[in-house]
């Protein structure tokens, strides 16, 4: 039994209208609640690496854009007390060992680091993923460092060098992970009058 | 044709297993098993999409003509995924950071799909809901298994992180069966997937042949 093809072009026209549209209203009741959701996971990785003491605002409605050396825009959460900046926080990009890790820094004005977490990495389980706060402290050694301490050339892995511990197995994350701290302190200190300033 | 429900339930749970019975769906089987509590969640997600895309295949079986049936079963696969993604980003947040990347893998699993064909174009609503629902707590419990065997010998744990899943009152679900450091990697990644895959597919059907049942390619057509 053939039908014309009119008719199967309708019948999946209606489908994909109705579909459409259940798919609408779907979005329009959730994305308020998505919204707040992704917002109150931006305080949640913020309130890591800018601790509750040295803030009295919400750094999520406080922020500087600001281009890096290849252009990429890079998004400034700052932290104020008493109307005075205490700390800024921003995403800093490694390079690994399965691809790009997503950390979060946070600065005080005297360049020193408050924190940096991991917020999103491909690494190994196992190996690699030793990164991760909830794994191991490897991460909070570099709390209070700063560009001048360690001296530059020591801002490496040991087998490079350098003054910080790799992993057994694993030493491209944590390369990466050190490197990509350290070009987050040079991009602060190039930049530090815009981060620091108007508001 | 009438067609028993507990034929339905048993083809689900075990004679027709997505995964054992008809390997089906191995690209999510893979990739979200490498722990018992992924393994559920992925399963659990793939079970909703299923029961509600076999129910609206089944309601709409007698509008939709042959000629353009598979693009009508994607277009109602793909639109269920989506609202699953959207609730469970909207009011299962934790849930959602946990499973997220993965929901949208559901649209490529051939699974959802082989059942709208099999089964849900050709019988009524109720038997339809039935076969999705089933067939996706088979899924569920397949990945569950395998992702059990991985967790066990990769890392030594069996539902780490259930909490986060099913919310604190699982946390007694959480167990260490091995000393952490016992763990062999290799299970953690993906050839450990095709190997406990492989071992519990032999286990089944050495089952099946103890029972008699004999080896038998079931194919995806379950209707006999």
Known sequence: ?199 | MAIGYNRIIRDGLWDNNGVFGMLLGMCPTMAMTTSATNGLGMGLATAVVMAASNLLVAMFRNYITQEVRIPVYILIVAAMVTMVDLIMNAWMHELYKVLGLFIPLIVSNCLPLARLEAFAAKEPVLPSLVDGIFMGIGFTLSLTAIGAVREIIGSGTLFANASFLLGPNFKFMEMQILPGDMGVLMMILPPGGFLATGLLLVVKRMIDVRNGKGIQMAGAHCVT
């Open chain 1, 1 to 199: 039994m053939k039908q014309p093809a009119t008719k199967h072009a309708l019948i999946l026209g209606v489908f994909c209208f109705g579909f459409g549209l259940v798919l609408a209203l779907t979005d329009l009741f959730t994305s308020k609640e998505i919204a707040t959701r992704a917002m109150e996971d931006r305080q949640n990785s913020l309130s890591q690496v800018l601790p509750a003491a040295i803030l009295d605002n919400n750094p999520v409605t406080n922020t500087v854009i600001l281009k890096d050396a290849e252009g990429k825009e890079v998004t400034i959460y700052r932290a104020t007390k008493a109307d005075k900046i205490t700390g800024v926080a921003f995403e800093i990009y490694g390079t690994g060992y399965a691809g790009e890790v997503k950390l979060m820094i946070g600065i005080d004005p005297a360049s020193n680091i408050l924190g940096v977490r991991v917020l999103a990495h491909k690494e190994t389980p196992g190996l690699g993923d030793r990164i991760e706060e909830k794994k191991s402290d490897w991460i909070l050694r570099f709390t209070g460092l700063a560009l001048g301490n360690p001296p530059a050339e020591k801002w490496k892995v040991k087998k490079d060098g350098g003054q910080f511990d790799q992993f057994s197995g694993a030493t491209i994350t944590p390369r990466g992970v050190v490197s990509a701290i350290r070009n987050g302190l040079e991009f602060f200190a190039a930049h530090k009058q815009e981060i620091l300033g108007a508001r």
